[in-house]
């Protein structure tokens, strides 16, 4: 257990990046402390602290289940936008496509009667997330745990991965089990995912393939090490090898895929680290003596760029266009036929009209998402998501009396989707020191929460005249955790601080973790519908916005 605590922070200080000539030839920097070598530097070796490796992550993912897994049928009724998924979820396991219900089919559903479809139904999300939620609907029926246990699940996993992706991030498994006890007691992540809607199963999917992407950073950057060794660098006008075959890279773009499948804002995520994992390459290639004021370099370059465009993009939009199998197979689909009354001309016509159909079903989908007006009073600025500004209510119920278990005159329940208070401020100042660390220390590292956070929140200021949501902001949520994780990295220090300063750092880190962990059990009860006296609940809302 002990090495888990000397790697902390000793690879997340180091900056990978500089100028291949800052490397003295001699082994030594100019103050003559002896340098890494190229292999250290390209990819520093893993902490070889097993059992922990394995053992600390499934602990904290375990107490995740826990958490989301109890009780977990509860509330016996559809919540919120449960309105819409988990039924939709149901026609496509009966009928490959989402289907209409008949009037009151929510109490119907409830009472045991499931004969409740009334045709063919146009939907605004892919199929991918709701076949997740089927899958579950199959195998426990059609009640609320059914609908729930798949989303439940994906939180789960997503906190082991998260782990384990910090793990490989840091160096660390002690940061990496902070990074996924941090996510794992977040109340938006805790809420999302004990509720059948497409935020949390979206953002658990591009978490797997981020995961994918740093494991493919290494697999590449150990064969580079391996071909220029023992040189420690490629010869003049050499490129080392092209690893055109990049499997960890085809697994992140099959996650991709599922991810916009599930929702379409996934797609951003899958620009902004495609472009990231293309820098993280260049830099690479530069560190084993790449120069790049060839043609030769550049020809290269470019043919590796179409090979990692097509792997990651390519294989995302095989899962996308796969998704919507049961649309293709079923005749009964929305708009299924639409090609076939409206005949393309030129080289349009080239076209199956299957497919002309699915384009026509998206450019519908997409002039719904760009024109829908409708005023909601949970609906939030994305201005206010970092600092919990305006949650979301999930559901709500008031005038609970003694007979029915209240201790007072009044009792309430809730579920309220806000994330950890304590955590999102702290990620905020997190999140500012990131971008620091990043661009100042030129330090990796702290690029991906940066990144993460980019093509998760900025995009939405372009439809703020829109209803659009706090929880939403799920999506944000890993990049924030990883971002408080790194400078905790930073505040624990390196392995040869003063004794001093470790013990400090350790208080610092302890001392929030701590804070975060008493702002979630405070916050338990209303995350999760618990019978509470409505003066209790009153002192949980902080801010008048939060009502």
């Known amino acids: 257990m ?3 605590t000397t790697t902390a922070s000793d690879h997340l200080g180091e900056s990978s990046s500089g100028p291949p000539d800052a490397w003295v030839v001699a082994g030594r920097d ?4 002896p340098l890494p070598s190229l292999r250290q530097r390209l990819c520093p070796p893993m902490p070889e602290d097993r059992p922990w490796d394995w053992l600390g992550p499934v602990l904290v993912a375990l107490f995740a289940g826990l958490v989301r897994l109890w009780d977990l049928g509860r509330p016996a009724r559809f919540v919120f936008d449960e309105t819409y998924y988990p039924k939709d979820a149901f026609g496509l396991l009966r009928f490959g496509v989402e289907q209409q219900f008949v009037d009151k089919a929510n109490e119907r559903i409830l009472a045991g009667d499931l004969d409740v479809f009334a045709g063919p139904a146009f939907v605004v999300h892919p199929p991918a997330g709701k076949w997740m939620i089927a899958l579950g609907e199959w195998v426990f029926g059609m009640n609320p745990f059914g609908w729930r246990i798949a989303v439940a699940l994906l939180g789960t996993v997503s906190v082991l991965v998260m ?15 902070l990074a996924g006890f941090l996510l794992a007691i977040d109340g938006l992540h805790l809420v999302e995912s004990r509720i059948a809607l497409l935020d949390l199963p979206t953002m658990a999917w591009t978490l797997f393939a981020f995961a994918a992407l740093l494991v493919d950073r290494d697999w590449a950057r150990r064969r580079l090490a391996d071909a220029v060794e023992p040189d420690g660098q490629v010869p003049p ?3 080392g090898p092209p690893l055109l075959w990049r499997p960890w890279r085809l697994v992140a773009g099959l996650c991709f895929g599922v991810a916009v499948a599930t929702k379409w804002n996934a797609a951003v995520v899958l620009a902004a680290f495609g472009l990231l994992t293309w ?9 084993i003596g790449v120069a790049f004021d060839r043609l030769s370099s550049w020809i290269r370059l470019a043919l590796d760029t179409l090979v990692a465009f097509v792997t990651v993009v390519g294989s995302a939009l095989v899962v996308y266009i796969a998704s919507w199998a049961g649309w293709f197979a079923s005749p009964h689909g929305y708009g299924r036929h639409w090609a076939e009354s409206n005949p393309a001309s030129g080289l349009a016509s080239l076209v199956p009209d299957a497919l002309r159909s699915l384009w026509h079903y998206h450019a519908e989908i997409m002039y719904f998402h760009t024109t829908l007006t409708d005023e909601h009073q949970y609906a939030s600025s994305p201005w206010g998501w970092l600092i919990v500004a305006r949650p979301v209510s999930f559901d709500w119920v008031d005038n609970i009396g003694p007979d029915q278990g209240c201790p007072t005159d009044r009792c309430v329940q809730e579920i309220l989707g806000i994330g950890t208070p304590v955590l999102w401020w702290g990620a905020v100042l997190a999140l500012v020191a990131s971008l620091v660390w990043w661009l100042g220390a030129r330090d990796w590292r702290f690029g991906v929460p940066v990144v993460g956070v980019a093509a998760t929140w900025l995009p939405w200021f372009l439809y703020t005249d829109r209803p659009i949501f706090y929880f939403y902001a799920v999506m944000i949520l890993p990049w924030l955790v990883i971002a408080v994780t790194l400078v905790c990295g ?3 220090g390196p392995e040869d601080a003063s004794p001093r300063r470790r013990v400090w750092g350790a208080a610092a880190v302890g001392g929030f973790t701590l804070l975060v962990l008493v702002n979630f059990a405070y916050l338990y009860p209303i995350l999760t519908d618990q019978v509470i006296p409505y003066e209790d609940w009153l002192r949980r809302m902080w801010f008048r916005s939060w009502v």
């Open 2 to 4: 002990a090495r888990m």
């Open 30 to 33: 100019v103050d003559g402390r």
């Open 163 to 177: 782990a384990r992706a910090v793990r490989r991030l840091t160096r660390s498994t002690l940061l990496g089990c």
């Open 237 to 239: 006008d050499g490129w």
């Open 279 to 287: 820098a993280w390459d260049i830099g690479a290639r530069r560190a």
């Open 490 to 492: 930073k505040l624990l």
